[in-house]
């Protein structure tokens, strides 16, 4: 075969670098949409990830009273009743929260021995706040309140609860789980069984 011409062997590089450019910058122009999409999936992420652990602050302190249900995983955020949900259920959680972690302080830490009675501060707490909102508050308290104290429970030795001791000197256990589900039933009527069905463990009293 007969050498190329000079002219024709520039012409062809001149056109193999046009077409090398020309490719490249259609890759760049493909690959832009995608790496676009991927920081779209990972803020989605992000957000999931965000208020899935803003879920679990939220109801890590509750953990042992209320059960922990894995959140939607398509959080339906564009719905105005599941928003306003997610606001009350927010409200109770923040209410209750305080009572809760006083009752397990209470009842599953070294704060109190076996047969110990509550201090006033405490009882005060326990009775306005639990006691008294109890299904049966008025035979659990009979003829008066001498004080509040911890104790085995009579049939599960292995766990502990409160009691009442009456001022006639019997003294009677109450779930302060009982208390918390009236509380929240008489202060969040509309919203209290979905509450309850949703974070309660079952059996819990």
């Not at 949409?33 to 679990?56: D, M, N």
């Not at 501060?121 to 003829?143: N, Q, T, W």
């Amino acid at each position: 075969m007969g050498s190329l011409n000079p002219m024709l062997l520039r012409g062809i590089s001149i056109l193999r670098l046009r077409l090398h450019h020309h490719h490249r910058l259609g890759f760049g122009l493909a690959v832009a949409p995608s790496r676009r999409a991927c920081c779209t999936e990972s803020i989605r992420a992000a957000a999931a990830e965000e208020s899935s652990s803003s879920s679990a602050d939220n109801s890590s302190t509750l953990r042992g009273v209320l059960s922990v249900n894995e959140a939607p995983k398509y959080p339906r955020w564009d719905d105005p009743d599941y928003c306003k949900w997610k606001d009350k259920e927010g409200e109770i959680l923040r209410d209750v929260e305080p009572i809760v972690l006083l009752a397990k302080e209470i009842l599953h830490s070294d704060r109190y021995m076996d047969g110990e009675q509550l201090t006033l501060e405490d009882e005060k707490v326990v009775v306005e706040r639990l006691l008294a909102y109890h299904p049966h508050s008025e035979d659990k308290i009979g003829c008066g309140i001498d004080s509040i104290m911890v104790d085995r429970h009579p049939q599960f030795k292995h766990s502990r609860c409160l009691f009442v001791i009456r001022t006639d000197g019997v003294w009677i256990d109450f779930s302060y789980q009982k208390c918390l589900r009236a509380y929240i039933r008489d202060k969040y009527p509309t919203h209290a069984e979905r509450f309850i069905r949703e974070h309660f463990k079952r059996g819990s009293g």
